[in-house]
């Protein structure tokens, strides 16, 4: 089945404990990029990446990291988490940079 | 100002009338819109996507883009309780994989 798989599901860690969310995609897609959801907020881009070893800036990508060393995983990196980084991930990929799929979502929260 | 503005609703109809949902932009860039659903505690969905204006129908399901007025609609036919979801609009320039998207407008149909 063609999908985006994200780990975890959820996840509870404390502040300014590095931690990795994993994101798998199995359609060969070479745009991959990383949400997060707020309320009020909508969907915000993080990071995204157009193909292995480049990515670009999203419209929030302070306090995250991304890598793109394989083309099916694009893994987002909090150094130090912190509190305001609470919040519900999407992990998404698309073939051409137009319509994305997306994961299940990542909830995250930072005590 | 949000380059993407999209009323949150709640927007409530009886089952079988028709869903009109829209959204604003500032960014005349923007050439590739779509449309994703999502269901609570689920990933968003893509529905349709149009390149530059006009229109496009898919079932019960019609994509207008107006870019002179910078202004995109979807309208659900036949609306269905199934039909309940967040609707949320996105646009990018084409083939960058940067994207923009709405806030969301939450959609109840009632049987």
């Known amino acids: 089945e063609a999908q985006v798989t994200q780990n975890p599901r959820y996840l509870i860690t404390v502040t300014g404990k590095k931690l990795t969310v994993t994101c798998s995609q199995n359609m060969n897609h070479e745009y991959m990029s990383w949400y997060r959801q707020d309320p009020g907020l909508g969907l915000r881009q993080i990071y995204y990446s157009m193909n292995v070893e480049v990515t670009d800036k999203g419209d929030v990508p302070e306090g995250y990291k991304v890598s793109r060393k394989e083309k099916r995983n694009f893994p987002l990196i909090l150094e130090s988490p912190s509190p305001n980084q609470t919040s519900l991930y999407f992990c998404?990929?698309?073939?051409?940079?137009?319509?994305?799929?997306f994961g299940s979502g990542t909830r995250l929260t930072v005590v | 100002q949000k380059e993407v503005e999209q009323d949150p609703g709640p927007l409530s109809v009886p089952e079988g009338a028709i869903v009109s949902l829209n959204c604003t932009y500032s960014?005349?860039?923007?050439?590739?819109f779509m449309w994703y659903r999502q269901y609570s505690r689920k990933g968003p969905e893509l529905l349709m996507y149009t390149y530059s204006s006009g229109n496009k129908e898919d079932g019960r399901f019609t994509a207008q883009v107006d870019k002179s007025s910078k202004y995109i609609s979807l309208f659900i036919r036949d609306s269905q309780p199934s039909d309940s979801a967040t609707y949320l609009c996105?646009?990018?320039?084409?083939?960058?994989?940067?994207?923009?998207f709405g806030a969301g407008t939450q959609v109840v149909v009632t049987p």
């Open positions: 996105a646009m990018t320039p084409l083939g960058w994989g940067k994207f923009q």
């Open positions: 998404a990929s698309s073939p051409d940079g137009s319509g994305y799929t």
């Open positions: 960014n005349s860039a923007f050439q590739y």
